[in-house]
């Protein structure tokens, strides 16, 4: 082809909150008050309102967006000439109606004053140095000059492109006389103290996982940045600083987490450097405080007053104002106000941003064009809602895991979503429900296909895994150790051993390879999962699928697909349409398993946008792995409110509209001069930086042109690059006619020669109207969309209207019946013939290289790239798009402001620390209140425990699955059985595989084979709950001798304090007289003493 509450964790008595903010945290619950977020449910973020599966989210006020617009007398209104319909646009950012944001709500946020980070550290005038800031002479982690022998990897890190690596795509960060920073604020004063550590740890894994991140392990980026800098047990610590950081901005994404609060994430003063420097990543990658956050600029500089007269000022341009560019631009705003004190430094004052775009509209290929019809009667839930086609990105593939629209949807928007019903019902061509029994045999035998061709993929270079310790993470606590060697020394070290691995090879994640197993009816994607590509031979894998071989054929049969791979012009396409035809030859395959087989064809074919036969055998699938999870979704009243949004959220951007830019004048080099972006009209602005957001399919069409042109690895890449058309037909009816408990059902479509059994004469039908959408609920009206994908996808951009209306209304009847109406509107999308998208989204062209995704997105000189197509990762999608314009302003934002400063040594060594920090550390130890105490505790229990023994040991839980009982008895079988019917050369199965045939047996075993081990795991928890009541018994016996003898004790042998003791007491009352104003100042006062 995603109302939290205004509190955030930990930070109850910090004594950092001003203004507003401050009323906002104390009014929440006094230790952690963003758990009461969690519970909210208005929380958009909190489970509750993300399982339901009504109408969710929505907290705005209703405003009638209706009002102005006529109802319309029934017609069917067909765009023809533009899919922009300009008088119904309402972009202009003069001119925003109520409509524009009717279901933008964000109640709260205008009552924000948050301080920057930046100034958050400057304006706690009083604070004093952390521990950090004393000088030291050496240090075991002090930064070493970096060696070219060494890797740059990380999680995960491309070995063989690690060098480039350093180069261009990591994050620079930079080590020198960085000064130290100051922090007022005390360890831990983001961790909220009421909650058990268990359950923090629980929050802030949950947090890296929703931002991307592996909770355990560097990125590639982290890694490179701090390789000099800590060591291989240090990385636990950074890692719960890190993920605890995150857990402050996911748990309430409408705040923007400040400097000092991510300091407080760090449980000893040694780490607050580190903890500052890991904030900085994380605000810089967009990891935090991205997306319609507000963030005040410091109010100290607010009024210019420090600017000199000169006023220097940076000027960026982003082009186009989709996606990628609101988003971009968005995060421009953000990442300039967050170091505006970075620019005051310079004597600059912030850069300004300004977003260019052709159309009188924002979104791009986000679009949900208004109706003229109106229902007649307007739901409660669609009251200030708007009735749009979705007429490009429509479906939310799920907001769990990392998906950025979550944040902006759900967390900062609070806009309404649907989820979508993934039940499908396939309708043969004569209109009947085909047997679902043959449904799911056809889907197996065409996962089939993908996963032969999927030994054709491209391999991902493997990747270094840098880890920490995981106990100690999900425990929450810090690692003790800390080792002498930085990560880099330690791998060098080793790698100059003999017969060692090279550093590029240590450390590296096991690779593992995807297997496709199902595919996503709404969506088209393939599900994958770890295994082993085309392992085993065709028909034994035939009859594993339920297949009847046919008669003759021996179970050894296999394919032969080798020589089709290696012609010039291999295709998915190709291959695939081989490997149908040589199962033709071991299974019996009908005409009906020929329209079912090229249904799932045409899925593919949507997702991609393009004819399957047009996408490269190596990279169809280089996406593989990276989908979200959770249900897939789409927005009430349109998709775009969420562009519409980052154009006006927390404040209005410069995006100026109806400008078609026809020239870029751009500097190879940096420093290499502005940049000139030049509009039809004639009109020039001069720019420092341009972020192009221009989509592939104008690229390649090549109407805007640069200056000088662009490098040949660039161009080479747009042209091997694809980028096909998806279109739809949207039609709306006076009355549903359909079956409302479905949102999707799917079409058989016949080949022009009905009994064809020949995979070329199913392309061209195949994707007509083989996919139906109801979507009533998210439109406001009975609305039935179709997909036409493939070559279908081009052929409606040359039929006309009527046409198109027809055939949809013939489908419809085949499967509804002659009485299915005529629809009362009917909108006709043309994403090839629109001049400003060429084309609907961008795929794996037949001859693409591995990496060129990557070369779309690299910038040259001050010319930067955004957009679905430049993200490998996730392109072809809103969040891909959206994705790529913040890592393009993070781009930016280091170009202009360099690298990372990372103060060196980063962490003071504990016994350098030691000299004052620990001098109280040790005076505490030595405290002989506690002592007596700790001593006495001590001897008490000693005196029980010989008196009536050790607790009764609580009895293990037994394992109650019946499954594992199963998969134990038959792990033999398992293996066998993915051993038999193995192609030569496939190696033995692993264990995943074994555990896939496990699992997969389990669910087809007979329920008496079942029984045995639901009997077996029954007589376990009998068996557990019997020793359980026998512990209680005896545990509740022993803590209430226990408790009678501690009484005992404690009468006949009182602790009392020591002289000693008594005088410390009196001279800490005597302090205490002094005024404390911060942890950090007392701690200075350790330190000179
Ligand atoms: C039919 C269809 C269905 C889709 N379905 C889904 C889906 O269900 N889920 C999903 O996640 N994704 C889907 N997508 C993909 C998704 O919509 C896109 O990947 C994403 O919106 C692209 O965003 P972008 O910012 O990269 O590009 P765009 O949104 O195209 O933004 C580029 C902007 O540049 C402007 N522009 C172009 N030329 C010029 C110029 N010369 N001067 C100035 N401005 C210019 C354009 O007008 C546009 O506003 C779908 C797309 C289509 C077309």
Known sequence: MGTPSRTRAGQAGNGLAKGPLKGLRESGPAH???????????????????????DQGHRGLPRDSTGSVEDIAPEIVVWTESMDNPSMEIDSPGSMTPSVMETVTTPSLTTLSLPTPDEATEEQGASLTSSLS????????????????????????????????????ARPSHTGDTP???????????????????????????????????????????????????????????????????????????????????????????????????????????????????????????NNKDLPADGKRKTVVVIGAGMAGL??????????????????????????????????????????????????????????KRFTAEM??????????????????????????????????????????????????????????????????????????????????????????EAHKTIRQAEES???????????????????????????????????????????????????????????????????????????????????????????????LNAQDYRLMNWHVANLEYSNAINYNQLSLQGWDIDAGNEWEGNHTMVVGGYQSVPRGLMHIPTQLDVRQKSPVSRIAYACENNGGPATVECEDGSKIEADFVVNTIPLGVLKHGNVKFTPPLPSWKSDAIGR???????????????????????????????????????????????????????????????????MAGDAGYDTEQTCNDDLVAEATRVLRSVYGSKVPEPIEAVVTRWASDKFARGSYSSAGPH??????????????????????????????????????????????????????????????????????????????????????????????????????????????????????????HYEDARTACAAGRRPGKGKPSAIEVRVMSAKMWKDAAPEERKKFENQAEEHKRAHAKAMAEFNELAAEWDRKATALKEAYEREHPSVPSREELELEERRARRSKRAVTSYAESEDEMMGS
Not at 32 to 42: G, K, L
Not at 345 to 351: M, N
Not at 910 to 934: F, G, I
Request: proline share 7%.
């Open 32 to 54: 952690d008050p963003s758990r009461h977020s969690s519970s909210n449910p208005n929380n958009p973020l909190s489970p509750a309102t993300s399982t339901s599966d009504s």
């Open 134 to 169: 004393i000088k030291l002479e050496s240090s075991d982690l002090s930064s070493i000059p970096p060696s070219p022998s060494s890797s740059k990897a990380t999680t995960p890190v491309d070995i063989d492109s690690s060098k480039e690596l350093l180069a261009q795509a």
């Open 180 to 302: 130290r920073r100051r922090y007022n604020v005390r360890p831990k004063v983001s961790i909220p103290s009421d909650l058990p550590a268990a359950e923090y740890a629980m929050q802030c894994i949950s947090a890296a996982e929703s931002s991307r991140l592996n909770p355990y392990a560097l990125h590639e980026e982290e890694y490179i940045m701090l390789r000099d800098h800590i060591s291989h047990a240090q990385v636990t610590t950074y890692l719960n600083i890190r993920n605890g950081i995150l857990r402050l901005f996911v748990r309430n994404p409408q705040i923007a987490v400040t400097r000092e609060e991510a300091v407080g994430c760090a449980k000893d003063p040694r780490w607050f450097d580190v903890a500052s420097v890991c904030f900085d990543w994380l605000v810089r990658g967009g990891y935090i405080n991205f997306g319609c956050v507000e963030i005040r600029p410091s109010r100290k500089h607010a």
């Open 327 to 384: 988003g971009c631009a968005r995060q421009l705003e953000g990442l300039f106000l967050q170091y505006s004190k970075k620019f005051r430094e310079r004597g600059e004052d912030i850069p300004q941003v300004i977003v260019i775009e052709a159309r009188s509209r924002v979104g791009g290929r986000v679009y949900s064009r208004p109706f003229t019809s109106r229902p007649n009667h307007v739901p409660e839930s669609f009251v200030g």
């Open 392 to 481: 490009g990105g429509m479906i939310i593939t799920g907001f769990d895991r990392g998906n950025p629209i979550n944040i902006l949807l759900r967390g900062q928007l609070g806009l309404a979503y649907r989820p979508l019903r993934p039940d499908t019902t396939l309708y043969d061509s004569n209109g009947k429900p085909v047997d679902l029994q043959r449904d799911q045999l056809v889907e197996k035998l065409y996962n089939d296909c993908l996963d032969r061709v999927s030994e054709y993929k491209f391999q991902h270079p493997s990747s270094k895994l840098i880890e920490g310790n995981r106990e100690l993470i999900d425990e929450g606590k810090d690692s003790s150790a």
């Open 494 to 588: 080793t790698a100059a051993q003999p017969h060692s691995l090279p550093v590029s090879e240590q450390n590296i994640a096991p690779q593992v390879n995807r297997v496709p197993v199902s595919s996503d009816r709404a969506t088209g994607r393939v599900h994958t999962e770890p295994g082993t590509p085309g392992a085993l031979k065709a028909a034994y894998k035939a009859k594993l699928m339920g297949w009847s071989i046919k008669h003759g054929v021996d179970d050894n049969a296999d394919l032969d697909i080798e020589p089709v791979t290696k012609e010039p012009n291999a295709t998915l396409g190709s291959v695939v349409d081989k490997i149908i035809a040589q199962y033709r030859e071991i299974v019996d």
């Open 721 to 787: 690059l694809g980028f096909g058309v998806l279109n739809k037909v949207i039609l709306v009816y006076k009355e549903p006619f359909w079956d409302e408990e479905r949102d999707i059902f799917g079409v058989l479509r016949c080949p022009p020669n009905r009994h064809s059994l020949d995979q070329k004469d199913y392309a061209s039908q195949r994707g007509r109207f083989f996919q139906w959408f109801n979507v009533s609920k998210t439109s406001g009206m009975p609305v039935l969309l179709a997909l």
């Open 848 to 969: 693409m290289r591995v990496d060129d995704y990557d070369t779309m997105a690299k910038p040259i000189g001050n010319l930067f790239f955004a957009g679905e197509h430049t993200s490998g990762t996730y392109p072809a999608t809103v969040h891909g798009a959206y994705l790529s314009g913040i890592r393009a302003a993070s781009e930016v934002l280091d170009v202009i402001l360099g690298p990372i400063e990372i103060p060196n040594p980063l962490i003071i060594p504990k016994e350098a620390a030691s000299l004052s920090l620990l001098k109280r550390k040790a005076v505490e130890s030595k405290d002989p209140t506690q002592a007596r105490k700790e001593a006495y505790e001590i001897a008490l229990w000693d005196h029980v425990i010989a008196e009536i023994g050790l607790r009764p040991l609580k009895p293990n839980k037994p394992a109650v699955s019946a499954y594992i009982f199963y998969s134990k008895a």
